[in-house]
């Protein structure tokens, strides 16, 4: 059953801490995202990956950090620089990344710092 | 990226037809326009996708007018389960994918 799944649904982390989130992908996809969203709010872009040991700075990448060592997998480390870091954390990948392929993304992660 | 601008909210009621208006008046040639549906905590899905004219598939229609400098979303006979918010995307060719706020459409009964 092909898909993209984050892990875990619910994340609980005292303050100061780092807390890494899961992504996996089966899809055989080349680009993969990750987003904030915050409630009411819209999706913000994190860090995005084009293709393997490459990515790149999204519009609110502070406090946050990626790697791409293998094409199936994208993990987002919250350090505890990350002012706010109490969020809904969506991931996504794409074919190619080019614009005309449709994204797919995991069911989140609610990240609650407290 | 073309910038996108869209209605912050809409409401209406069950079996009417819905149509969200994005403008993208910088649109390039090469733009797509997709357009995304997020239900309360998940992840967003893809709708539809068009470069001009019209599209249709199951879930909606995009309407493209020839100047590509806006495009509606039309949701046929709306039910409560279309209580969501939708996304207007505009790019090309890039691999980054940035999302606006988006149009939170209320169905009721």
């Known amino acids: 059953d092909g898909g993209i799944t984050q892990s875990p649904k619910y994340l609980f982390r005292k303050e100061g801490q780092n807390v890494t989130l899961s992504c996996e992908q089966n899809?055989?996809?080349?680009?993969m995202y990750w987003y904030r969203q915050d409630p009411g709010q819209g999706l913000r872009l994190i860090y995005y990956?084009?293709?393997?040991?490459?990515?790149q700075k999204g519009d609110i990448a502070e406090g946050y950090s990626v790697s791409r060592e293998k094409k199936e997998s994208f993990p987002l480390t919250v350090t505890s620089a990350q002012k706010n870091p109490t969020a809904f954390y969506l991931c996504?990948?794409?074919?190619?990344?080019?614009?005309?392929?449709?994204?797919?993304f995991g069911q989140g992660t609610r990240l609650t710092v407290v | 990226l073309a910038k996108t601008t869209q209605p912050i909210s809409m409401d209406s009621y069950e079996g009417q037809e819905v149509n969200i208006t994005c403008s993208h008046n910088?649109?390039?040639?090469?733009?797509?326009i997709t357009w995304y549906q997020q239900f309360p905590s998940q992840g967003p899905r893809f709708i539809i996708q068009?470069?001009?004219t019209k599209v249709t598939n199951e879930v909606a229609s995009l309407f493209i007018p020839a100047d590509r400098k806006s495009s509606t979303l039309s949701l046929p006979r709306v039910s409560l389960s279309d209580t969501a918010v939708y996304y207007c995307?505009?790019?090309?060719?890039?691999?980054?994918?940035?999302f606006g706020a988006g149009t939170t459409v209320t169905v009721r009964a």
């Open positions: 068009g470069y001009k």
């Open positions: 910088n649109i390039a040639t090469n733009d797509y």
């Open positions: 995307l505009v790019g090309a060719l890039d691999y980054k994918l940035s």
């Open positions: 899809l055989n996809h080349d680009a």
């Open positions: 990956s084009q293709i393997v040991n490459d990515f």
């Open positions: 996504a990948s794409r074919p190619d990344g080019l614009w005309d392929t449709e994204a797919f």
